[in-house]
C-alpha cells in the first residue's frame, strides 16, 4: 500500500531556516499537505500543493516537490520557537483517503 | 463556527467495556474521518465516510464501527475495547472541492486498562 515517511526529529536555532522533507511511494498522488501539530492539539493544515506544481511559496513557508523522486520538502523562514510542533507530511491520490507520515517533532533552540 | 468539535476529551474504560465517541462539524462537509494517533506512527485512518448514511473502512479498522446517520455527526464506537485500543482519537472532515483540506478536532483521549 501507499507509504509515507519522514524523518522523526529536527532541531534548529532561533533565526535559522528549517527544512522537513518527506518521501512517498504513490505515484498517483494529487494532493500532498502539510499539516502542523501543536502539544494537545489536533493537526492544522500548514499548506499543500498540487501534484501539477513543483514549488509553492506562503510567507515563510516554501514547499519543494519532485514528483521523479517523490519528495516533498517544507522549508520554514526565519525559524522562531512558536515554530516548534510536529509536522505531519500527508498526501492524497483523490480527496477520499488520505496517508499521513509519522511526523517530524520540530525543535527550535534559543 | 465551531468547526470540528469531539466528545469526550479524555476516557478510561475498562477491558471488554465498550463505549461510543462523538464528532461532530458545522462547516456542512461531506467527508468525515477518524484516526488514531500512536507515538512514532502519525495518524491511522480508521473509518470515513463520503456521505450521510455511508461508511467505509480505512487502513485500520478492526474493532471499530461507525455511523453517520446526520451529515453533521460521524460516530465511532469500540463494542468491546482492548488495550491495545489506547490512543489518541481524532476526527476530522473535508469538503469534496478544491483542495480536499481537512479540518481536525481536539482529539479524545482514551486509555484501556
Known amino acids: 500500500g501507499e507509504d509515507v515517511e519522514q524523518s522523526l526529529f529536527l532541531s534548529v536555532r532561533e533565526g535559522d531556516s528549517s527544512v522537513i522533507n518527506c518521501t512517498y511511494t504513490?505515484?498517483?498522488?494529487?494532493?500532498l499537505y502539510w499539516y502542523k501539530q501543536e502539544p494537545g492539539a489536533g493537526l492544522q493544515l500548514l499548506t499543500y500543493?498540487?501534484?501539477?506544481?513543483d514549488m509553492k511559496q506562503d510567507q515563510r513557508l516554501t514547499v519543494l516537490l519532485n514528483k521523479k523522486d517523490k519528495h516533498l520538502s517544507l522549508r520554514i523562514a526565519d525559524t522562531q520557537t512558536g515554530d516548534s510542533a510536529i509536522y505531519f507530511c500527508?498526501?492524497?491520490?483523490?480527496?477520499?483517503?488520505?496517508?499521513f507520515g509519522p511526523g517530524t517533532r520540530l525543535s527550535v533552540l534559543p | 463556527n465551531a468547526g470540528v468539535t469531539q466528545t469526550p476529551k479524555f476516557r478510561v474504560l475498562k477491558t471488554g467495556q465498550s463505549m461510543t465517541l462523538l464528532c461532530a462539524q458545522d462547516?456542512?462537509?461531506?467527508?468525515m474521518y477518524w484516526y488514531r494517533q500512536d507515538p512514532g506512527m502519525g495518524l491511522r485512518l480508521i473509518h470515513y465516510?463520503?456521505?450521510?448514511?455511508?461508511?467505509a473502512k480505512g487502513e485500520v479498522p478492526d474493532g471499530y464501527n461507525v455511523s453517520r446517520l446526520k451529515k453533521q455527526n460521524f460516530l465511532l464506537g469500540l463494542e468491546s475495547a482492548a488495550p491495545s485500543q489506547t490512543s489518541v482519537y481524532f476526527c476530522?472532515?473535508?469538503?469534496?472541492?478544491?483542495?480536499?483540506?481537512?479540518?481536525f478536532g481536539p482529539g479524545t483521549r482514551l486509555t484501556v486498562t
Open positions: 465516510s463520503v456521505g450521510e448514511g455511508t461508511t
Open positions: 500527508a498526501e492524497s491520490r483523490n480527496g477520499q483517503n488520505f496517508v
Open positions: 476530522a472532515s473535508s469538503s469534496w472541492t478544491g483542495s480536499y483540506e481537512q479540518y
Open positions: 504513490d505515484s498517483s498522488s494529487t494532493y
Open positions: 462547516m456542512n462537509h461531506e467527508y
Open positions: 500543493i498540487f501534484s501539477n506544481m
